[in-house]
């Protein structure tokens, strides 16, 4: 028997398996924060690897997009978090254009998230708290302030990420300049509720004059 073909693979990889939660959008609190906050907690819960994992997307000043992962760092009433270099692909990005995309996808639970709104920076303490926090090889990498940056000698970088540690150790408080924390302030999310039999539930808000708008949306 020959081996299936990249196409009928892919055509036979189960999605939107096991047990599903259910979702009554008619109960959805009136803030996403709080049902994003709900479904986040529930995948945390459910052990979900890296939950708090999503696609950042922002486009450039002439519109063409980019997209990548990055870690969500918090969410609050002020909206959802995010850090990484200004002078990286996103950061000028942001800079030229200051909207973004974040999508979430917990498989567990077949939950898609996207949220679309508003970036900003944190202010300079808050950025260099982030930094911090950070473990100390996280802080050495992002020292070297090259993201995104073409890389042409490799030894080089072994070396540099050395140089960095130990300028980390003489001085503990060292933050990158240009690592920046940002807050996403959303003006519209989308709540995606999977279903095996494909009745799937699609809720979006939408901020309109101030306050949120619900309404459904068809799969
Ligand atoms: C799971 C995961 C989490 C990541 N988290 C971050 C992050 O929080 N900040 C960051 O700058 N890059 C993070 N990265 C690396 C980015 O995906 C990306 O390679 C880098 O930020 C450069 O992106 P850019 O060239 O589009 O600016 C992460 C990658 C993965 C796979």
Do not use: C
């Not at 907690?41 to 450039?60: K, Q």
């Amino acid at each position: 028997m020959s081996s299936p073909t990249m196409r009928e693979l892919l055509r036979g990889l189960e999605v939107f398996a096991g047990e599903l939660p259910g979702f009554d959008p008619g109960a959805a609190p009136d803030d996403p924060v709080d049902l994003f906050t709900d479904w986040l907690l529930h995948a945390i819960g459910a052990g979900v690897p890296e939950p708090h994992a999503m696609t950042l997307s922002t486009a450039d000043g002439d519109g063409e997009p980019s997209a990548r992962m990055l870690i969500l760092k918090d969410v609050s009433p002020r909206g959802l978090q995010f850090a990484s270099h200004s002078g990286s692909r996103k950061g000028r990005d942001i800079a030229q254009h200051p909207y973004a995309a974040m999508t979430f996808y917990w498989p567990a639970q077949a939950r898609q998230v996207r949220v679309r709104g508003r970036v900003s920076p944190a202010s300079p303490a808050d950025s260099a708290a982030d930094f911090l926090a950070r473990g100390a090889a996280a802080r050495a990498e992002a020292l070297l302030g090259q993201q995104s940056r073409p890389l042409t000698d490799l030894p080089a970088r072994e070396a540099a990420v050395k140089e960095s540690l130990a300028a980390i150790d003489r001085d503990p408080g060292l933050v990158a300049p240009g690592w920046t924390l940002y807050n996403l302030r959303a003006e519209q999310a989308e709540f995606w509720q999977g279903d095996r039999d494909r009745n799937h539930t699609r809720l979006n808000y939408r901020r309109v004059d101030g306050a949120w708008e619900k309404e459904l949306l068809w799969p």
